[in-house]
């Protein structure tokens, strides 16, 4: 089991959402997040100044899947959430110990 | 007199209007402010619209209106709404009851207080607030509504004309921020150039809807008669709030892009401007003093953001330079055509009018600037007047009321 966390940008969560439904992954948690990467902010206004925003807002999608599946779903994802332009955002994956379906009791693969 | 229904109803629908500003003034200030300071933003409007309501029945009203004082101060006579009964006064508003007028300049006096807060958001200690509050009510805002509005006062005795409280609250407040800010200094994230950003635009935006819409009754209702005049006061009015607007809309576009905080802005700094004026020049001749205003805030903000002063919401820039120029734009636009009992201004033939109005202005900025320079340093010695730095750091909300905005699962 692996886990694979991506930090993409708001407008792409839709399309993200139907490209793993489209390969059987329905579950994931999502949560706002902020941050930054090399882009480093946006300029917004107040009264007569200009500011920079250091940390924009972006969702940060938490999955987790079957070894076999990890290089299917970040194709998958790099595909829908990519536009070209820089903020795209990065995915990470880190190995899982074990899962839990907390309603049934099983465990292992059948958890997830 | 006998009181007359339909102004009565005006000044008692009209003083709603008025109370109801001051609560739209702590949401403007409160969504300019960061998170970790919108309640203790809010709280110092809402703490002034209780405490000054009362020091107005109790002595305000009487230091401002009462007769029989001199030309600086108020009588003694209404001390307490002493002979302030359902009956008109015979002086002021002589169709409505005595109350009525009471009651709605108390609303001047509330609004005015607050309009200062914006000024030291962020960092100013709440008990200190309060006592600066009190004190300069007593001894700034009486004695100046004595002056324009009050029976035997010197600036009403010279000509100068305030309509609905150009000089009176406007100047005042603006001129008493800068000088209040001077002594408490600027917040550190400020000094050290940090993005201080608004932190609920939509907030600032309920704000300023409730200002315009209370300001029909700041001006509308200064007609102190249900007529003619109070529609015309009602017109001019929408109309600087409208070119104000729409003049910051454009160079906030030239800038980058149009921003509602710079629309809500330009509409705040074209009603402040006619407040003075409202009842006295042609609807017309409110286009430009709302464009004229919008421009002179904007431009004042970049020079106060250029000499590092700290006046963080700008209540000198938008309300007392928005203000000057209203007092000034009287004494060009006013026009007896309009109000039987006004003056005429420079363009309809009395330049007079003009130095009238530029000496109420400028001795009121004066005096207000000076005293609050003083009474800031007071307030300094006797309960100082900043929060510490670490409760700056962790926020007011917390620091001075232990309360927090916005919630969530896991309080």
Redesign the interface.
């Known amino acids: 089991m692996k886990r694979i966390e991506a930090i993409i940008r708001e407008e792409k969560l839709d399309t993200v959402r139907e490209s793993l439904t489209e390969v059987g992954y329905y579950g994931m948690t999502v949560t706002e997040v902020s941050g930054r990467g090399k882009q480093g902010g946006i300029?917004?206004?107040?009264?007569?100044?200009?500011?920079?925003?250091?940390f924009l807002p972006k969702l940060k999608i938490e999955i987790v899947v079957l070894d076999e599946d990890v290089d299917r779903i970040v194709a998958k994802i790099m595909h829908s959430a990519r536009t070209g332009e820089r903020g795209d955002g990065k995915i990470f994956v880190m190995p899982v110990e074990n899962a839990y379906r907390i309603r049934t009791g099983e465990s292992g693969n059948d958890a997830i | 007199m006998p009181v007359d229904s339909g102004d009565t109803t005006w000044i008692l629908i009209s003083a709603a209007l008025v109370m109801l500003m001051t609560p739209g003034v702590s949401l403007f200030y409160g969504g300019m402010v960061r998170r970790k300071n919108v309640l203790s933003t809010m709280m110092m409007s809402f703490a002034i619209l209780g405490v000054i309501a009362l020091l107005w029945v109790l002595y305000g009203y009487s230091f401002a209106f009462a007769p029989q004082g001199n030309s600086f101060i108020g009588g003694l006579g209404f001390l307490g709404l002493n002979g302030v009964g359902q009956g008109p006064s015979g002086i002021y508003a002589t169709t409505v009851p005595h109350l009525a007028f009471m009651v709605y300049q108390g609303m001047f006096a509330i609004i005015t207080v607050a309009l200062i807060t914006g000024a030291v958001v962020e960092r100013i200690k709440f008990s200190s607030l309060l006592l600066f509050s009190v004190l300069w009510f007593t001894i700034v805002y009486c004695p100046v509504a004595h002056w324009v509005w009050g029976q035997g006062g010197w600036l009403g005795g010279l000509g100068t004309i305030d309509f609905a409280g150009g000089i009176v609250v406007h100047i005042t407040a603006g001129a008493s921020a800068l000088a209040l800010v001077k002594v408490l200094g600027p917040r550190k994230d400020y000094l050290e150039g940090k993005p201080m950003v608004a932190h609920n635009i939509p907030m600032i935006a309920i704000g300023a809807a409730l200002l315009w819409f209370g300001w029909f009754g700041f001006n509308g209702g200064s007609a102190l008669t249900a007529g003619g005049l109070a529609s015309n006061a009602f017109v001019t009015t929408n109309i600087a709030g409208a070119s104000g607007a729409v003049t910051w809309m454009i160079i906030s576009w030239v800038q980058r892009k149009p921003t509602l905080i710079g629309v809500t802005t330009g509409a705040i700094a074209g009603l402040a401007a006619i407040t003075p004026a409202a009842g006295y020049v042609t609807p017309l001749a409110a286009i430009p003093i709302g464009i004229v205003s919008s421009i002179i805030g904007y431009y004042c903000i970049i020079f106060r953001n250029n000499r590092r002063i700290d006046e963080s919401l700008d209540v000198w820039a938008v309300h007392g330079m928005g203000g000057t120029w209203g007092v000034l734009a009287a004494g060009l636009f006013a026009s007896s055509a309009i109000n039987p009992a006004g003056p005429d201004g420079a363009i309809f033939g009395d330049g007079m009018q003009f130095v009238n109005q530029l000496a109420g202005a400028a001795s009121v900025f004066g005096y207000s600037f000076g005293i609050t320079l003083g009474l800031s340093k007071l307030v300094d010695k006797i309960t100082g007047l900043r929060v510490s730095e670490h409760e700056e750091t962790v926020g007011l909300d917390i620091a001075q009321h232990s309360e927090t905005a916005y919630g969530g699962f896991l309080r």
């Open positions: 300029t917004i206004q107040w009264r007569v100044e200009d500011y920079q925003v250091h």
